[in-house]
């Protein structure tokens, strides 16, 4: 009676932590979308400042005064207004926060105990594979010589176009899916 209650256990607590797992996962989409946003608008005030500051500095007209000294241009070098923008875009990420050790050892467990489940419910899996492998031959070998060469051959035929799906009930007469199919029922 031990093993149920661990099995059932050890199974809520995967599940709790699918949940949880889950909800850490919209809210880190919850994040990106916010971020997005955010370094969209962003991005076109950057554009639109630097598309301003362009503005004025190109249709400036020179009047009396002296000729202004030129910057010289660094080859392959990075642009200033590039790199503000860049960070403006990109943003800052939040800082993360470290797990105490009560934390780390609770995640280990979890971790453990996931390994542990997963490992038990693969080697089911696998039983009941080779457990109905095992009666195929078994059934196989069963038959007699001349028809074994037959059992072996795949059978690439299509199913016949009256075969119907498999359902839970059988049909129902006068039984209607859509309301728009008037007086038509399926038989």
């Known amino acids: 009676m031990l093993l149920p209650r661990f099995v059932l256990s050890v199974m809520r607590l995967s599940l709790t932590l699918v949940v949880e797992r889950l909800r850490q996962v919209q809210q880190e989409l919850d994040m990106a979308l916010v971020l997005r946003s955010v370094t969209s608008a962003a991005a076109k005030r950057v554009t639109a400042c630097a598309l301003a500051d362009v503005a004025a500095t190109s249709s400036s007209v020179r009047g009396f005064a002296s000729k202004k000294d030129k910057k010289k241009s660094k080859k392959g070098g990075s642009d200033t207004n590039f790199e503000q923008m860049l960070r403006a875009i990109k943003g800052q990420y939040p800082d993360t926060e470290e797990w105490t050790e009560e ?43 001349e028809l074994q060469a037959e059992a072996m051959e ?28 008037g007086a038509e029922a399926m038989d």
Do not use: C
């Open 103 to 145: 934390e780390k050892q609770h995640h280990q467990e979890i971790g453990r105990r996931y390994n542990v489940m997963s490992s038990i419910e693969h080697n089911h899996f696998m039983r009941d594979v080779q457990t109905k492998i095992d009666l195929k031959w078994e059934a196989i070998n069963a038959l007699p010589a």
């Open 154 to 181: 795949t059978d690439d035929a299509p199913a016949p176009e009256e075969l119907g799906f498999a359902t839970w009930t059988p049909p129902i007469p006068g039984f209607r899916r859509y309301t728009d199919e």
